[in-house]
């Protein structure tokens, strides 16, 4: 079985990017193929790497409160690319706006104070439900 | 906790990895008392290791500058008002993240982002509304924007201009770093090349025509918010510095024009020690690098000042009261360490903006601290401490090792183009976090001391749903009242003197009054200049 594949990105504006980089070597170093995008991308360029990549799962980490509007962009552009892969948003999340998020459809919410391994296993087990024990 | 002799306890060292011994004594101070006193100077005297100014605080409090900005001109003038009445003494503004980039409101990029972070500006006439009634000949604005740095300084003149104000009164800073925010911030928008144009085009400018106002803050802040140590901030800072005034004194301009100018940013952590001894260490670095390097001859081109912000990411989202304790132990640390003016971080950092009542115990922590404590009372009061005099020489050593190591790959410039100092601040902040999750680091209310029923009783920032389509729609109605003629000619005139290499200041304070928007100035650099985009971190 070919390791788990995660496509992480920052979209909107927000420069903050220790955490997402952070995340991402910890993924690696938990064996999964990380594809991390950068910063400014675009809803549609998640959606074509997701695609492209063949991506299980997919991250994004917003910083500047934007968290909401930008999930559901992506979200949207996801599904108007017929993509199954689950979303997970990280930032400054509050508990009302981490409801808000699952109700739109996003698979997983990382508030700001979230411990790394718990991230690590959350990512890897929306990229992989069967292999939960990972 | 005690050694067993011959016991292998693992290295008590700082936060950046200097070794600590159990107790300091005479002997560690290098090449004794006469060397010391030459290394230390009296405070406001060369190397102003112990201070900038010979009363310090006696003379004058440090600046208390709470960062503040949400939403439009109107509620960001608000929270400045309340701020004044609080008794802060200066203002320090925010920006969304659309002015930050260059992005009208109504941009489809600014989708979302509109009033979030800080306040949105798209035009001279907001700038204006956001000073409506505070009097720019006395009040001092610190103004977090670099990219667009020059935009915003020219839509700043315009608004003192109308409020009756010469440029030659006007104090405050700009932080206009762009070095750092390819290294850590991550608010550019041109390359780099272009982008070091414009930061030198505002400080020479600024050089004649704003006598009073510091053009530049040289800022580690942000690299250290990223991840890096205390050392390679230091480090990182002073090879931008570096940068910065070989561009400038590249155009045939003096040092000693500028750099009395220039001011500087760091971060203040909760190493108390290691801190002070970084601050102290950075005014001595500074000092040598004027006079030896660039060959100041007046001391004020030498005087290191300086403005700390505490680290937010050293809040935490569990139990968030304990935020008011780390800030006050990291304001007590930039006041130790002879800071010129101080933001305290609200214990709400991990979650949103600050709420009003978070705002106000930060400005009250820096008040408690300035008025009740006494520390005020004497100059660098733990000069002469072995232990900080140790430290003080040993970060001055490692901090001078990293610019040698940024200097062997060609400069800041040519480092951050090549993602040394990029992976440096990644892998840091990647062991910082491992030492989190394995308890290494203790973090109260994260890995030690949990609480079960943690709830976060913090008050979340929600800014107003309809601020994007009114600040949108206000613009759209500015320009359809402008003299388009005008604007349209002073946009061309900016285009030109941009393609002919000409100091941009002069054209964009042309276009501001004019009523061009911010977004149409930043076009006519993003047309000429082109776009940066990050390198893969790996």
């Known amino acids: 079985m070919r390791p788990p594949r995660l496509v992480l990105a920052k979209p909107g504006l927000d420069g903050h990017d220790r955490g997402i980089k952070v995340i991402a070597m910890a993924l690696r170093d938990a064996g999964a193929e990380v594809i991390y995008l950068g910063l400014r991308v675009t809803p549609a360029q998640i959606a074509a790497a997701t695609a492209a990549e063949d991506a299980d799962a997919v991250g994004i980490s917003v910083l500047s409160g934007a968290h909401l509007p930008i999930a559901e962009q992506v979200l949207a552009a996801l599904r108007a690319a017929g993509l199954q892969a689950p979303l997970a948003v990280g930032g400054t999340i509050s508990p009302p706006d981490a409801q808000a998020l699952r109700r739109i459809g996003v698979a997983g919410v990382f508030p700001v104070g979230t411990a790394l391994p718990a991230v690590v296993r959350g990512m890897l087990r929306l990229a992989r439900p069967e292999a939960a024990a990972l | ?538």
């Open chain 2, 1 to 538: 906790m005690t050694t067993p002799p011959g016991g292998d306890q693992p290295a008590v060292t700082t936060d950046s990895g200097i070794p600590v011994a159990p107790v300091y004594t005479a002997a560690d101070v290098a090449d004794g008392p006469e060397a010391l006193a030459k290394r230390l100077g009296r405070p406001g005297q060369p190397p102003f290791t112990r201070g900038p100014y010979a009363s310090m605080y006696r003379g004058q409090l440090w600046t208390m500058r709470q960062f503040a900005g949400y939403g439009s001109a109107e509620e960001t003038n608000a929270r400045f008002r309340f701020l004044l009445e609080q008794g802060q003494t200066a203002l320090s503004v925010a920006f969304d993240l659309p002015t930050q980039l260059g992005y009208d409101s109504g941009h489809e990029m600014a989708r979302g982002e509109v009033g979030r972070v800080g306040v949105a500006i798209d035009t001279a006439d907001d700038m204006a509304d956001l000073f409506t009634g505070l009097p720019l000949y006395k009040l001092s604005v610190n103004f977090t924007i670099n990219a667009t740095a020059p935009v915003i300084l020219a839509t700043f003149l315009v608004a003192a201009e109308r409020q009756g104000v010469q440029p030659d009164q006007l104090t405050g800073t700009l932080q206009n770093d762009i070095l750092k925010e390819f290294l850590a911030r991550k608010a550019y928008v041109f390359p780099p090349g272009p982008s070091m144009r414009l930061t030198a085009d505002v400080v020479e400018y600024a050089s004649g025509a704003l006598p009073r106002f510091n053009p530049i803050s040289v800022t580690g802040y942000h690299a250290r918010e990223a991840g890096c140590t205390a050392v390679q901030e230091l480090g990182l800072t002073m090879a931008s510095a570096i940068a910065y005034c070989g561009e400038l004194t590249g155009r045939g301009l003096a040092f000693d024009r500028f750099a009395p100018r220039l001011s500087f940013h760091f971060a203040t952590t909760l190493d108390l020690f290691e801190e002070v001894a970084k601050l102290r260490a950075a005014r001595r670095l500074w000092h040598r690098i004027a006079t030896e390097r660039f060959g100041a001859t007046e001391p004020a081109s030498a005087r290191l000042r300086f403005f700390s912000g505490n680290s937010g990411t050293t809040m935490t989202a569990q139990q968030p009261l304990n935020n008011v304790i780390r800030s006050t132990i990291q304001c007590l640390g930039a006041v130790l360490g002879g800071a010129q003016s101080i933001h305290v971080m609200g214990y709400d950092e991990a979650f949103e903006l600050p709420s009003e009542e978070a705002v106000t115990l930060s400005l009250r922590t820096q008040q408690v601290i300035a008025l009740e404590t006494g520390v005020t009372r004497t100059a660098d009061p733990l000069g002469g401490s072995f232990f900080i005099e140790h430290l003080t020489d040993e970060i001055e050593a490692r901090a001078s090792d990293v610019m040698r190591e940024i200097e062997d790959l060609g400069g800041a410039v040519s480092a951050l183009e090549q993602g040394v100092p990029q992976r440096w601040i990644t892998e840091a902040a990647y062991r910082a976090e491992q030492r989190l999750a394995s308890g290494e680091t203790p973090k109260v209310g994260v890995n030690v001391h949990v609480t079960e029923d943690d709830d976060r009783q913090a008050e979340f920032f929600q800014p107003d749903p309809g601020i994007e389509e009114r600040q949108a729609e206000r613009t759209r109605r500015r320009r359809a009242a402008r003299d388009s003629s005008a604007c349209s000619q002073a946009l061309r005139r900016l285009e030109h003197d941009t393609a002919g290499g000409a100091n941009v200041m002069p054209a964009l304070v042309v276009a501001a009054r004019a009523g061009a928007t911010v977004g149409e100035m930043s076009d006519v650099f993003r047309h000429a200049f082109g776009e940066f985009r990050e390198p893969s971190p790996w």
